[in-house]
């Protein structure tokens, strides 16, 4: 199957991101897409980024853009402006932290 033309990856990693809420990032942005009817929209759970101290995790493609989400207000404004809105969300890049 081809990959979709926007996919999100977020850090189910039980080690790290997950005890800083990233199942629950992964629940609503699945809620959200299915909600907002983006059918070529792809939320799919990650194992281990690397990011580990920054996390959650959340990986946007195309890009790559790699992001930092600290609480599902986050997530919520990444869906919104950089996957539906094409804009990037420059206080959350995970580049910036390391």
């Known amino acids: 199957m081809a990959g979709y033309p926007r996919e ?6 039980e080690r790290s991101c997950r005890h ?3 199942a629950d990032i992964f629940r ?8 907002a009817g983006l059918r070529d929209v792809r939320v799919y759970g990650a194992g281990c980024m690397g990011n580990c101290a920054f996390g959650p995790s959340l990986l946007v493609y195309p ?3 790699l992001y930092r989400v600290p609480t599902i207000e986050d997530a919520q404004e990444i869906l919104d402006r950089h996957v539906i809105g094409g804009e990037v969300v420059d206080r959350l890049l995970m580049e910036h932290l390391q």
Not at 8 to 13: E, G
């Open 8 to 13: 999100v990856f977020v850090c189910l990693n």
């Open 20 to 22: 800083r809420g990233s």
């Open 28 to 35: 609503i942005l699945k809620e959200s897409t299915t909600k």
């Open 63 to 65: 890009g790559p853009v």
